[in-house]
Nanobody, 123 residues
Framework: QVHLVESGGGSVQTGDSLSLSCAAS????????MGWFRQAPGKEREFVAG????????YYADSVEGRFTISRDKDKNTMSLQMNSLKPEDTAVYYC????????????????WGQGTQVTVSS
């Protein structure tokens, strides 16, 4: 089992920045990649960004490309999401996830999930 815990959410204004962090523990040797997803009220959970377990090959949803940066700290076994130029449409609960399979962008492709952290962007 892999245990994931997110931190760093909060309430900000449009154009502000926020950084999220995800701490991984347990059988992390099984993991191939990690990712961030988000879910806004009344909407489906959607992919935001992903990265391989080794910290390479970052990839992003079109909606956040150029504004968000995903990274991995292998020594600390954490993953971060730096979010810049935030918009009200970025408001959602953000989830950290890990997969033991190949790099994917779908919810079903991830095996382990954190509890989520709220990000609210007001105009």
């Amino acid at each position: 089992q892999v245990h994931l815990v997110e931190s760093g959410g909060g309430s900000v204004q449009t154009g502000d920045s926020l950084s999220l962090s995800c701490a991984a523990s347990g059988r992390t040797d099984r993991c191939y990649a990690m990712g961030w997803f988000r879910q806004a009220p009344g909407k489906e959970r959607e992919f935001v960004a992903g990265i391989t377990w080794s910290g390479g090959s970052p990839y992003y949803a079109d909606s956040v490309e150029g504004r968000f940066t995903i990274s991995r700290d292998k020594d600390k076994n954490t993953m971060s999401l730096q979010m810049n130029s935030l918009k009200p449409e970025d408001t959602a609960v953000y989830y950290c996830a890990a997969t033991t399979a190949v790099v994917v962008t779908t919810v079903l492709g991830y095996d382990f999930w954190g509890q989520g952290t709220q990000v609210t962007v007001s105009s």
